[in-house]
């Protein structure tokens, strides 16, 4: 037991393949879903094959490194990130050029349902924190993929065939992610699930936040270029962090239980 009240810091779980499901993966995340929607319609103006084939190569090429590293190196985790969520637009984009919103909004549902089930059915966990093997990164970057195309699906659902406007659809995005907190904290839902929902929740609100900039007569690449910055400097941070703090030389003041609480178990 703790008897200092509650620990307020929380290392990575050993053995980690992915960034820690911290603040600031949650921050990151949402910043490269407002760049990823407000770049994939300039993509899909140049030409749809193209788009779709530079996607998929950045894709490619970015998993092939991580895949390769032996532990999750911050700055590439993020950079396949990047291209996992581009490519999951991309596609939800593309599919409403021959499928009404709702279809793509339902079929992208299914189809992550499906992929968490198979995940935790054949690992145990489909949790982000349980990545700890290739075969379970692979069933993570599969899910960020279809996770990216359900909320960009669902936000242009939300926005134009239910009317709800981007303002509305950002605010309920964001009010999405904050519930399933606080549901979790209440423990009326699995914390895994309620991870995958709230970055669905999470990228839906980025997308719509992306229509309202373009709404008010932001620059596309400039807004791109903005948030991808913002998640650079970020990511940077936490990967200096990281360096410092896993230096032998360094001792948290976390680390440090005085005598009290060294026999307190």
């Known amino acids: 037991m703790h008897l200092a009240g509650p620990v307020r810091h929380r290392p990575a779980p050993v053995g980690l393949r992915v960034a ?3 603040a600031t993966y ?9 760049a990823t929607e407000t770049a994939t ?3 899909l103006r140049w030409s749809h094959p193209g788009a779709a084939l530079v996607t998929l190569g950045a894709l490619v090429v970015t998993l092939a490194l991580q895949l390769h590293t032996r532990r999750c190196v911050t700055p590439l985790h993020w950079l396949a990130f990047a291209a996992a969520a581009l490519t999951g637009t991309v596609l939800a984009h593309g599919a409403h050029a021959w499928l009404p919103s ?14 968490l089930a198979i995940w935790a059915s054949t690992h145990g966990s489909a949790a982000i924190g349980s990545v700890t093997t290739r075969v379970r990164e692979v069933f993570y970057w599969g899910a960020v993929v279809l996770a990216s195309s359900l909320g960009a699906a669902a936000a242009d659902w939300l926005v134009h065939q239910a009317g709800l406007g981007a303002k509305v659809t950002a605010a309920l995005g964001i009010v999405g ?4 907190a606080l549901t979790v904290r209440a423990r009326r ?7 995958w929902l709230a970055f669905v929740t999470l990228r839906t609100a980025a997308s719509a ?3 309202v900039l373009a709404g008010i007569g932001a620059d596309a690449a400039a807004v791109a270029a903005a948030a991808l910055g913002a998640a650079a400097l970020i990511t940077l ?3 200096a962090y990281e360096a410092i703090t896993a230096h032998p030389g360094h001792t948290s003041r976390h680390a440090r239980p005085s005598g009290r609480l060294a026999h307190a178990h």
């Open 20 to 22: 820690a499901p911290s």
């Open 26 to 34: 949650w921050c990151v995340a949402a910043l490269l879903g407002v």
């Open 41 to 43: 319609p300039m993509l």
């Open 102 to 115: 709702t279809v793509t909004t339902a079929g992208f549902a299914s189809a992550l349902a499906v992929w």
């Open 177 to 180: 992610v904050v519930a399933t």
């Open 189 to 195: 839902i699995p914390p895994a699930a309620a991870a």
């Open 209 to 211: 936040v992306g229509g």
């Open 237 to 239: 941070g936490a990967w």
